[in-house]
Nanobody
Framework: QVQLVESGGGLVQHGGSLRLSCAAS????????MGWYRQAPGKQRELVAA???????NYADSAQGRFTISRDSAKNTVYLQMNSLKPEDTAVYYC?????????WGQGTQVTVSS
């Protein structure tokens, strides 16, 4: 059974930092990419950052220069280091894994940035 366990969300002040983690287990076939999406109230889910098995990264414009995505392939874990957080970064952050045999989502972790 595939399981994505996210951690690291919470409440932080404007300008603060958080580090999200997502550990994937039960995926029998290769992982092509791992990434983070977010969804704020009343808005659509959007890409924040993604990283391929080869290490190529892709960032949303809003995340560029402030967030850094990385992965530990041996642990099937992806991280999102978020610095200089702003109130508009407030959202539920979801981990997404694209594997050979399917696409999987985590349950989401709340990030709240106070002004």
């Amino acid at each position: 059974q595939v399981q994505l366990v996210e951690s690291g969300g919470g409440l932080v002040q404007h300008g603060g930092s958080l580090r999200l983690s997502c550990a994937a287990s039960g995926i029998s076939f290769g992982i092509n990419s791992m990434g983070w999406y977010r969804q704020a109230p009343g808005k659509q889910r959007e890409l924040v950052a993604a990283i391929t098995s080869g290490g190529s990264t892709n960032y949303a414009d809003s995340a560029q220069g402030r967030f850094t995505i990385s992965r530990d392939s041996a642990k099937n874990t992806v991280y999102l280091q978020m610095n200089s957080l702003k109130p508009e970064d407030t959202a539920v952050y979801y981990c997404k894994v694209v594997a050979v045999n399917g696409v999987y989502w985590g349950q989401g972790t709340q990030v709240t940035v106070s002004s």
